[in-house]
């Protein structure tokens, strides 16, 4: 499965044109065994990362709401080591964390050595929400975008790859989740009104989206739109990105720290 | 079944009494089955504990080398939803932690409300390996017993429950870990030669464990002495402690924040 067309760096995505529904011609019980496959083969990798214990991997979940970051984390982190992976959700920023500039908090939670971290919203919302409600000015948040840029590099130069996910979703697909919320009494707690407001902002946040995406990638950290309505098709792409990431890394299991031909096992006591 | 015989809250447990190898008189298919079963609950009573966001639980993972900590928190999590468990692994303290007292950097990763966090060793360390070494005075060592009760006190009165599991084993056992770890190639770079100079200190470890276990621990905070050698048993049994006491804790859904009464799904725009 070829999932280049939806893999960005250094071009707006346009995302009006974008599927949000997508099952790539496969049908769901193919789906879901190639899902299985690449898990598998990302556990397996997850392992060599941590093992090795020299580079990382930050993944960042960016989308409207109701989108589905919180169980495609689900998904993605269910075959994964927990000691080695860390989620980190990014709320409305504290009063020590607005004290600061707005990649204070988020630097302090890049991935270790070894580690994988994924990014439940990110840095990206102060070039999202914050633009379109313009809570911080133009030129602000114009050059915003080049300290992103400047923060991975950062980290790409200390060996962490970068993998920045959008999960894209159509109004009337977002609109559908929130009479959800609604209708089933164990999501109630959900549902928030507020929510109805910020989808009025629904094409400033596409724009916000497209000029973020189109300023900020790179090799080694591109950006991916993935049709995100299919949830098979959306974990498995998501899955694939991060198995190949993880590939390219070509961790290896350290070199042991002491010559264990030195040692016989018959002769241990 | 009931693993209370391997349940210490204020007495000692005799260590060299406890069985380090146990199958509960099961069938490895009764066991396996049994441990999924748990698994399944663990991972519904995690939603709920995650969504009160109200209270939360700690569980420590105490050992000696190679007893099967690592092998234990990947079983244990790996139905578990990522966001929401932290795994925390202590290693030797950095000059900046040893620059404070020694809960300091414990404190720092106490979970958040609605989280389960796992401690890879912990400040158990403190009066464990500190202690068998003398690297502290023994009146600083028989003071922290008392400074960990406070602590898992303070904890506890916010809300978090802990659960303490030292995974016994063998000195025979260990050293056939050993000799796995000399064997099999991709386990070379675990063999660490010091793990044999440590496992001469047996002895003194199992007193320093027995104290610890007699000395902290209450009905909010019990110690559980793991027979470790029977993997499907262990794994069900510390699935079967966390899941009681997530049941014990009785998390609930929260009432939704706003009334959703006054909203009709049909009407949402």
Redesign the interface.
Known sequence: MDFAKYRFVGQNPSLDQLQTLDDGGMSEKKLRKEREEVWEEVKDLQEVLY?ESKQSLLIVLQAMDAAGK?ST??KL???????????V?FKSPSKIELAHDFLWRVHQNAPRSGDIT?F?RSHYEDVLIVKVHGWAETDIIDRRYDHINAFESLLADRGTRVVKFMLNISPEYQ?SR??RR??LQ?K??K???GD?EERKHWDDYMQAFETAIHRCASEDSPWYVVPAENRLFRDLMIGSVVRDTLKHMRCD??????D?SA????D??
Chains 1, 2 share one sequence.
């Open positions: 093992a919180d984390i689900e982190t269910r075959n994964m080591n927990a000691q080695g992976c860390n989620v959700s994924i439940n609109l929130f009479k609604l209708e164990e109630n707690w549902f928030n009104p109805l299991y350290p070199t042991p720290e002491y264990t040692y016989k096992a018959d241990l006591v």
